[in-house]
Structure formats: structure tokens, C-alpha cells
């Protein structure tokens, strides 16, 4: 607990086991919270939720065995998305080892091993200290991600003199910065591009790195955009456009002619290294902590190994006073442009619905409406995240959390709690899908108990809608199978577990529904009815169509 305390861990997610009540008594004296869920896979995304949202690490803890192997989703997560998280596990005891003993018999740490940066079995009590401290280091240094601590219940159980356990550092310098040459190089692709554009990473959604990136945007003009998970950084900058996948509908005669990759990664975001985003005749520069992402997928000019937010404020004082380059603000407004096409163009397609149910465009621009200043919004499922895409960009938040690189369903509603805990005084909305939110119904009775008023919003469309879509397409409608969930009602689950519940079937109710429930500050599910017949249009895309044309389906 000491060692955790010097590193500034003042809260941990779990669910209490008899392997660890011995680290949960600890932390009862140590006046360390934690904050206790109704299944280990939402301790692990909580931890991960806290850790995106302030920058910090996550702590998670949980018993072995099934304990283990519930959170080892959150593991594969925080690994693929460079999430500092340290998991603490339980694990059978050292002296019943191969004995076929309960919640033991397999290899945790090696089961670990491959999604994580460090996992290891502690074998001495008095060894806890330092591994603790290793184990922080390692997760909070670039690239950063997730350890794993296995500690047997009999090492938990012996005893040492704490005031003769050594103290151990926990601080990193993870401030590595391009060098002069590269900084140069950065400078002057900057003065002669005509249309240039930064994309940007989640390294930047934080004070210090929103404040180094507004004021590089305002020095150079250049536009931003970002990924699912770099949203919040680029809210508020006067240079904003949005997320990256409006990139695709910019005519030819108008791409990119320099692109900065700020601490994002090519892959899903990128649409991988097809150009169809970031076009093959720009000129490329990436920075990123990791020297195996550089040119991963795409041709890069440059690549630099380095902290991208300390790099950009380096290039802020390298550039000082230089005069933005004309034209910067007509290019803004192209990409604005696009952008604000494609929206109408969604809304033009609401007009020939004709379900009674809501058409979901209508309630993600109705929600992204209705989010308040510096709130944090979370989006859970395929579908939902998809129709989301398309309006969150325009809320005043200053964090967006996304699936991820693993895509997991059902994992953010333990993200939400997370973020919510993180941020007592600001709102925290979870924008799910009905089958996503099956995933963690229970934890509504985490929101009460906790006194946590995050704003659960299901997208109820009463089916698994990526995957019956897809069905469609590839099958037919004939061999749609097992996708229906007509049952059943989430408002009233929320309410039978003591939060608040609410059913929207009318737009106009949407709105009123969620100020409602910001006013309240009270845990709250919205049960939103909407329509399933309708593709969004990056749906359309990972089916090899056209973002826009053939606008419903028959659901």
C-alpha cells in the first residue's frame, strides 16, 4: 500500500476474493478505497476508464482463478491500447502448488505474459515492495501499458516489519524529445505545405498536452483531427475539425498534402495503409514513443522516436513568433465544409425513414447536443459507436472513450465507472447499444452503491445490429439468425437496482430526458428506442460500399 500511495494511487477497482482479503484489510488501514464492482471484468476496464481519463495509473484488483481470467479481457485491452494499468491478482498458495488445489492449477503469470509489459509471480513477502515499484515503472514508461503482479494467498499471509521494508522509487522521466535536426525538418515541411493536417493521439488529453497542442495549432493553422481516442485533446482548439474518417469524402483535387502523426498509431483509425484516408502522395511525419509503430503501415518522410507532446512543445518554441502561412484559414474551412456535408447529407437520409422508431442519426446529433462542457462521454457497442462517430465531434467535451483496438463488446460500461470516479464533479455519459449493455447490467447497483451519476443512454434498437446487418448483406435476409433481443426492459433493470429509469420513443423526449438526468446527478439508464433498418456510413464502408446511397435495409 505504501509503495502504491508514493506512486499517487488513492483509489483501486475490484471485487473481493479470499485470495486478496489480505490487500484489502492493508488498504482499509491505509485509507486506500476501493471501489468494489459486481464482476472483475468491469475492476479491470474501470481501471483502465481512470487511467485514460487522468493520465495516471490504474489499479486493479482481483481474486484468482476465475477472478483472473474475468479481467484478462481488460488485460488484452489496456495492452493493445497502451493503457498503464497494474493488475493485482491472487493466486493459490506457494505450499499447495500442484496439488489440484481450488482456484489454482494453471499458470496465471504465463497466461499473461503476452498481453502485458511485465507479469510475475511474487514468491517472498518482503519482495513486494520493490516488484511493486518495478511493476509501476515499467507500466507508466513509454510506450505505456499494462503489468501483471500474481501473489500467492501465503506470501499475502506472512508477515513483515514495514518500517524495515525499503522504499523503492516509483518516478519515471518519460520526457525523450526529437532532436534539433528533426524539430528543423518538422519547421519546414510547415512553411511550404499548402494543406496540411495533425492527427492526434491520446497522449495529448491532458492539461499540459491540450495546452501544447492548441497553441502549436494557433502558431501554424494547421487542422486538427484525431482518433476515437484523441477527441478530447482537439475539443476546444480554434483549429478543430473532428474525427479522422470525415478525411474520406475530401475530393482529390484536395487532400492533405502533409500529414503529423502526433502520437497516433496507422492501423484500424488510419484505414490501415490503403491511402483512402491519408492519401500516398503526402508527405508524412510521425512521432510516436514507439519505434515499431514508425511507418508500420504507410510510407513516412520522417520518423521520430519520441514523447510526442514534449516534441510539440519544443517545435512551439522553434517556431516562436513565425507568421501562420496564408491560406490556412480557407483550408480550415474546406475541411469544415466536408465535414458539415456529410452531416447534412445523414440528416437528407432521415427524411425518407419510415419506422416509428427513432432514426439513430437523430438521437447521436440530439445527444451530442445535450453533452455539457468537460463532460466525458463513452460509447459501447458496433452499431452505436458507428452512428456516434458522425456528431460527437461537435460536443463540448474533454473526453471521448471509444472501444479500442480490441473492439470488446460490453467492456465500457466498467470504462464509464472508471472515468466517472476520475471526474466527481463533471458528467459522465455511457452511450451503449442494447446488446453491449447486456454485459454489465449489474453494475447499475455499482453506480448507486459508489454514488457515482454517470448517464447510461442505451441505443435500444432490440438486436445485435452490426451482426444481423452483416448477416444481411453476405447471406440474406432468409439466413438472419440469432439477433433479435425483444425482451425485456433496461430502465426497468436500472430501477429494480436503485438508480433512475427512463423510456424515449418520441425525439423530442430525448433532451429533456438527459438534462433531467444532469440535474439530478443521480445514476440513470435513458432507454432509447431506435430504428435498426438504418446503415451508418462507416458500416457501409467495412462492407466494401460507399459511405453514402442504398440508405436502409429491410430490419
Known amino acids: 500500500m505504501r509503495t502504491l500511495q508514493r506512486a499517487g494511487v488513492n483509489v483501486a477497482f475490484g471485487l ?6 489480505g490487500i484489502l484489510q492493508d488498504a482499509l488501514d491505509a485509507k486506500l478505497r476501493i471501489v468494489d464492482v459486481r464482476h472483475e471484468m468491469n475492476a479491470g476496464h474501470a481501471a483502465e476508464g481512470y487511467a485514460r481519463v487522468t493520465g495516471n495509473l490504474g489499479v486493479a484488483v482481483v481474486t484468482a482463478g476465475g477472478g483472473f481470467t474475468n479481467v484478462l479481457t481488460s488485460v488484452a485491452n489496456a495492452h493493445l491500447d497502451r493503457t498503464p494499468v497494474l493488475y493485482i491478482v491472487g493466486s493459490g498458495p506457494l505450499e499447495t502448488d500442484q496439488v489440484n ?19 510475475h509471480r511474487v514468491t517472498r513477502t518482503e519482495l513486494i515492495p520493490r516488484l ?21 494467498w501465503d506470501v499475502l499471509r506472512q508477515r513483515v516489519d514495514v518500517e524495515e521494508a525499503e522504499d523503492y522509487r516509483v518516478e519515471i522521466d518519460g ?10 525538418r518538422i519547421v519546414a515541411a510547415l512553411s511550404t505545405a499548402e494543406r496540411p493536417i495533425a492527427l492526434v493521439g491520446k497522449s495529448f488529453v491532458t492539461a499540459d498536452g491540450r495546452a501544447r497542442l492548441h497553441e502549436f495549432a494557433a502558431r501554424t493553422g494547421v487542422p486538427l483531427f484525431s482518433d476515437w481516442e484523441g477527441l478530447g485533446a482537439i475539443v476546444g482548439s480554434e483549429r478543430h475539425v473532428g474525427l ?7 475530393p482529390e483535387d484536395e487532400r492533405p498534402d502533409l500529414v503529423l502523426l502526433l502520437g497516433l498509431r496507422f492501423g484500424m483509425a488510419t484505414q490501415f495503409g490503403t491511402g483512402r484516408l491519408l492519401p500516398k502522395s503526402a508527405r508524412i511525419f510521425q512521432i510516436d514513443p514507439d519505434g515499431r509503430e514508425l511507418g508500420r503501415l504507410q510510407e513516412v518522410e520522417l520518423g521520430i522516436q519520441a514523447d510526442a507532446v514534449g516534441t510539440v512543445g519544443v517545435l512551439n518554441e522553434r517556431l516562436g513568433d513565425s507568421p501562420v502561412p496564408p491560406g490556412r484559414d480557407d483550408w480550415l474551412k474546406t475541411l469544415r465544409d466536408i465535414s458539415a456535408t456529410r452531416r447534412s447529407a445523414l440528416a437528407a437520409e432521415t427524411e425518407e425513414h419510415g419506422d416509428d422508431a427513432i432514426h439513430p442519426y437523430l438521437a447521436v446529433r440530439t445527444i451530442a447536443e445535450s453533452v455539457p462542457e468537460n463532460a466525458t462521454v463513452v460509447v459501447d457497442g458496433a452499431l452505436t459507436e458507428l452512428w456516434l462517430s458522425e456528431t460527437i465531434a461537435l460536443a463540448p467535451l ?7 483496438y480490441l473492439s470488446s463488446m460490453g467492456s465500457n460500461f466498467g470504462v464509464a465507472v472508471g472515468a466517472q470516479y476520475a471526474t466527481p464533479d463533471k458528467a459522465t455519459i455511457l452511450v451503449t447499444g442494447d446488446g453491449a449493455v447486456g454485459y454489465s447490467l ?10 457515482l451519476p454517470v448517464i447510461v443512454i442505451v441505443l435500444n434498437n432490440q438486436a445485435w445490429g452490426a451482426t444481423l446487418h452483416t448477416q444481411q448483406f453476405f447471406f440474406g435476409q432468409d439466413r438472419v439468425t440469432n439477433n433479435r433481443l425483444q425482451n425485456g426492459s433496461y430502465s426497468g433493470v436500472a430501477r429494480a437496482l436503485g438508480a433512475d429509469g427512463v423510456d424515449v420513443t418520441e425525439l423530442d423526449q430525448l433532451r429533456p430526458a438527459i438534462e433531467a438526468a444532469l440535474a439530478a446527478r443521480r445514476p440513470t439508464c435513458i432507454d432509447v428506442r431506435v430504428s435498426l433498418a438504418p446503415i451508418p456510413p462507416e458500416e457501409r464502408v467495412l462492407n466494401g460500399g460507399a459511405p453514402f446511397g442504398g440508405v436502409e435495409i429491410d430490419a
Open 175 to 184: 520526457s525523450g524529445i526529437a532532436s534539433a535536426d528533426g524539430v528543423d
Open 442 to 451: 449489474a453494475e447499475f447497483d455499482t453506480l448507486v452503491r459508489a454514488g
Open 101 to 119: 488445489d481450488q482456484q489454482a492449477g494453471f499458470d496465471q503469470v504465463a497466461m499473461a505474459t503476452p498481453v502485458t509489459k511485465f507479469a
Open 398 to 404: 474533454a473526453h471521448y472513450l471509444g472501444h479500442g
Open 244 to 250: 479522422l474518417q470525415s478525411l474520406a469524402t475530401v
Open 16 to 21: 473481493p476474493g479470499a485470495h486478496i482479503d
Open 132 to 152: 511493486v515499484a518495478q511493476a509501476i515503472r515499467t507500466a507508466q514508461s513509454e510506450p505505456k501499458g499494462p503489468v501483471l503482479l500474481d501473489i500467492p
